[in-house]
């Protein structure tokens, strides 16, 4: 006998914690009838609706901070697709039938991610459960002691919201240099000859999780290109000052290198002289379009994709080392060529586009395929701005991005 199929709808009207659904935008897309009680709402009065809308601070109050604090929790989830629980919030809300009159109440919030087969989070579970009535039989029935130690903890809690905004804004600000530095160490979206390229640079989410990638695209004698991406651990200033200094011996090293292996020898041997240089991932491509090839070659990076004008996306992974500076001992680098036919399309891009947490690359690269057979008629910029838009994250990226897009 077959077990009866569950009700999940109505599972979730039962669940006894107030429970609400809400899309990456913040936008309420459902609710429980526990939390509906709670907040004396009605379910029309939520669906559709932006959540800090319907729950805004209370605004005789200067020292509210309910909004910024769930808003903060919620946006990490949606950067890492990982659960958060916050600490016990002061969160006033409006008394029902009583515009402008706001109720103090206390609540204890999770916000954890509904996650999509590619890893993207599509939706919020934002479980609240109502402490006022604790906190207040705490403030009147417990004693004094017990009523020192809860305006403690309250005043505790306070000052450690205190301390993480200063510490945000402190990163922010430490951002704002970083990627400055960043602006003016890459070069400019330019023509390169008479050749169609898009470039584009992407932070990450949060304070510094920037500023380790690159790109580059310089003119070389006779028809040629040659483009180049990478990727140095870390983040912050640090890294991009190796970034800067790996992109500018790159650059040099195309100049008089037989081919893109010989360039990455070269940067991998100076990369040993360069702290936080460890482990950088690079690939070069030298594209000819008097023999219609492109010479490449990978240390340790994702591969480049031919978009072919039939549609077929060919990976160029057939040159791939171990990252800059691995080897303890010097050993020649592999190099490959490809064939490509007029309007093909050369893509290279860092590990940020294509990677998800908990996801096998494969999973990512066949990602990337897909989008640019779809798209295999947009010029760079449209291809470029469409790869961003379907292959990233709706709440950003917790690593940065480089993208190059070549219109062969």
Same mark, same amino acid.
Request: glycine share 8%; aromatic share 4%; charged share 25%.
């Given at each position: 006998?077959?077990?009866?199929?569950?009700?999940? =709808?109505?599972? $979730?009207?039962?669940?006894?914690? &107030?429970?609400?659904?809400?899309?990456?935008? $913040?936008? !309420?897309?459902?609710?429980?009838?526990?939390?509906?009680?709670?907040?004396?709402?009605? @379910? &029309?009065?939520?669906?559709?609706?932006?959540?800090?809308?319907?729950?805004?601070?209370?605004?005789?109050?200067?020292?509210?901070?309910?909004?910024?604090? *769930?808003?903060?929790?919620?946006?990490?989830?949606?950067?890492?697709?990982?659960?958060?629980?916050?600490?016990?919030?002061?969160?006033?809300?409006?008394?029902?039938?009583?515009?402008?009159? $706001?109720?103090?109440?206390?609540?204890?919030?999770?916000?954890?991610? *509904?996650?999509?087969?590619?890893?993207?989070?599509? /939706?919020?579970? @934002?479980?609240?459960?109502?402490?006022?009535?604790? %906190?207040?039989?705490?403030?009147?029935?417990?004693? =004094?002691?017990?009523?020192?130690?809860?305006?403690?903890?309250?005043?505790?809690?306070?000052?450690?919201?205190?301390?993480?905004?200063? /510490?945000r804004q402190a990163h922010a600000r430490e951002r704002?240099?970083?990627?400055? /530095?960043?602006?003016?160490?890459?070069?400019?979206?330019?023509?390169?000859?008479?050749?169609?390229?898009?470039?584009?640079?992407?932070?990450?989410?949060?304070?510094?999780? %920037?500023?380790?990638?690159?790109?580059? /695209?310089?003119?070389?004698?006779?028809?040629?290109?040659?483009?180049?991406?990478?990727?140095?651990?870390?983040?912050?200033?640090?890294?991009?000052?190796?970034?800067?200094?790996?992109?500018?011996?790159?650059?040099?090293?195309?100049? %008089?290198? =037989? &081919?893109?292996?010989?360039?990455?020898?070269?940067?991998?041997?100076? +990369?040993?002289?360069?702290?936080?240089?460890?482990?950088?991932?690079?690939?070069? +491509?030298?594209?000819?379009?008097?023999?219609?090839?492109?010479?490449?070659?990978?240390?340790?990076?994702?591969?480049?994709?031919?978009? @072919?004008?039939?549609?077929?996306?060919?990976?160029?992974?057939?040159?791939?080392?171990?990252?800059?500076?691995?080897?303890?001992?010097?050993?020649?680098?592999?190099?490959? @060529?490809?064939? $490509?036919?007029?309007?093909?399309?050369?893509?290279?891009?860092?590990?940020?586009? !294509?990677?998800?947490?908990?996801?096998?690359?494969?999973?990512?690269?066949?990602?990337?395929?897909?989008?640019?057979?779809?798209?295999?008629?947009?010029?760079?910029?449209?291809?470029?701005?469409?790869?961003?838009?379907?292959?990233?994250?709706? &709440?950003?990226?917790?690593?940065?991005?480089?993208?190059?897009?070549?219109?062969?």
């Amino acid at each position: 006998m077959s077990e009866p199929a569950i009700d999940y =709808a109505a599972v $979730f009207q039962a669940l006894p914690g &107030g429970v609400m659904l809400l899309t990456p935008r $913040f936008m !309420i897309a459902d609710v429980n009838e526990a939390l509906l009680w709670r907040a004396g709402r009605e @379910h &029309g009065q939520l669906i559709g609706r932006y959540l800090f809308d319907v729950f805004p601070d209370n605004p005789d109050d200067p020292d509210a901070s309910g909004v910024r604090n *769930v808003k903060a929790s919620l946006e990490r989830v949606l950067a890492t697709g990982v659960r958060d629980t916050m600490p016990l919030q002061r969160y006033d809300i409006e008394a029902p039938g009583r515009p402008g009159v $706001f109720e103090e109440r206390y609540w204890r919030p999770v916000n954890a991610p *509904v996650l999509d087969a590619g890893g993207r989070v599509v /939706l919020i579970v @934002h479980r609240v459960e109502d402490v006022t009535e604790i %906190v207040r039989a705490g403030a009147l029935d417990r004693g =004094a002691d017990r009523d020192r130690m809860e305006a403690e903890l309250y005043t505790r809690a306070r000052e450690l919201q205190e301390v993480n905004e200063r /510490l945000r804004q402190a990163h922010a600000r430490e951002r704002e240099v970083v990627l400055a /530095l960043q602006e003016a160490m890459l070069p400019a979206p330019r023509p390169v000859g008479h050749h169609r390229a898009a470039v584009r640079y992407r932070p990450a989410v949060g304070a510094l999780n %920037v500023c380790g990638d690159w790109y580059d /695209l310089a003119e070389l004698p006779g028809d040629r290109m040659a483009v180049a991406v990478g990727d140095v651990v870390g983040h912050g200033l640090d890294a991009a000052c190796v970034m800067g200094q790996l992109r500018s011996a790159l650059s040099a090293a195309t100049l %008089v290198a =037989a &081919g893109p292996a010989q360039a990455l020898e070269v940067v991998g041997l100076y +990369a040993r002289s360069v702290d936080g240089a460890e482990s950088t991932t690079a690939v070069q +491509a030298i594209i000819d379009w008097t023999t219609h090839t492109i010479a490449y070659s990978s240390a340790g990076h994702p591969p480049p994709a031919l978009l @072919h004008p039939d549609g077929t996306v060919e990976l160029l992974d057939r040159a791939t080392d171990p990252p800059l500076g691995a080897r303890p001992e010097h050993v020649d680098r592999p190099e490959a @060529h490809a064939a $490509f036919e007029d309007d093909a399309v050369l893509v290279l891009y860092t590990d940020g586009l !294509i990677e998800r947490r908990r996801e096998d690359i494969d999973v990512g690269l066949a990602r990337l395929a897909d989008a640019l057979t779809r798209h295999r008629h947009a010029g760079p910029e449209e291809l470029a701005d469409a790869l961003l838009a379907e292959l990233l994250l709706p &709440g950003g990226a917790t690593d940065d991005t480089a993208l190059v897009v070549i219109r062969l």
